[in-house]
């Protein structure tokens, strides 16, 4: 039997609070892994993340970063994925970028993978996630809509610290 395809992968911002939800997830679901390449700015760089039992330093992000990455995701906010990510995409990555840069960019699926996960199929080298509220929001309201056709939705939300990153959050603590 053949062995299944394992993955090298960048986490562009791992030391943030989703780069570190997204390694738990990483772990949790069991993704395979073969190669963990996480990246920070200089400030973090050097600092130990944890996976599947293995303490991996952290890496200073430029743009050779991604020779030999197969996925690379981006959560350290719009302006490093501006920035950084046409270089993934140069090097052969797939990227999967949390930010907002590219939500509104016609040839980038926009994924929920509940919602409309075989779009990810439809990318030129880049998904977008949609913001976290909208992604919550619309969970909920997607059985609703196949069921009874909902066209139009009035909401407001209160937007999670979080969103800010881990340092919005240690402020919101102090």
Known sequence: MPKAKSYHIAIVGATGAVGAELLDVLERRG??????????????????????????????????????????????????????????????????????????????????????????????????NPNCTTAVTLMALYPLHRAFGVRRVFAASYQAVSGSGARAIHELRA
């Open 31 to 128: 993704f395979p892994v073969e190669r963990l390449l996480p990246l920070s700015s200089a400030r973090s760089a050097g600092k130990v993340v944890s996976f599947r039992n293995s303490e991996i330093a952290v890496e200073e992000l430029s743009p050779e970063s991604f020779k030999g990455i197969d996925l690379a995701f981006f959560s350290a906010g719009g302006d490093i994925s501006r920035r950084y990510a046409p270089f993934a995409r140069e090097a052969g990555a797939i990227v999967i970028d949390n930010s907002s840069v590219f939500r509104m960019e016609a040839d980038v699926p926009l994924v929920i993978p509940e919602i409309n996960g075989e779009d990810v199929r439809q990318h030129s080298g880049l998904i977008a």
